[in-house]
């Protein structure tokens, strides 16, 4: 029933931009907290944005200034806008909805940023 669709990964240069989306369904949505994280291969999974249900966030240092999330309660949908793309921000990046006792996660959409 619940359900997390990422998209908007794929491959850019260093120096580029790329905007993930992430659709969300079988919760409502306004009550969550949701958050951007990542796995490079190899690597653990790290958290990189976080956005409350009343609109605070937070990042990672290595992202911030250049990354920014937010989310559209009418649509149901978050995003992280990334921008200044590092090769070392290739990963697997996650969407994740949480709220006290339920965490959900999306199946991840890659991003490869070459040099």
């Known amino acids: 029933q619940v359900q997390l669709v990422e998209s908007g990964g794929g491959l850019v240069q260093a120096g580029g931009s790329l905007r993930l989306s992430c659709a969300a369904s079988?919760?409502?949505?306004?009550?969550?907290?949701m958050a951007w994280y990542r796995q490079a291969p190899g690597k653990q999974r790290e958290l990189v944005a976080r956005?409350?249900?009343?609109?605070?966030?937070n990042y990672a240092d290595s992202v911030k200034g250049r990354f920014t999330i937010s989310r559209d309660n009418a649509k149901n949908k978050v995003y992280l806008q990334m921008n200044s793309l590092k090769p070392e921000d290739t990963a697997v990046y996650y969407c994740?909805?949480?709220?006290?006792?339920?965490?959900?996660w999306g199946q991840g959409t890659p991003v490869t940023v070459s040099s």
């Open positions: 956005i409350t249900s009343g609109g605070s966030t």
């Open positions: 994740n909805a949480y709220y006290p006792g339920s965490p959900y």
């Open positions: 079988g919760i409502i949505f306004n009550l969550y907290a």
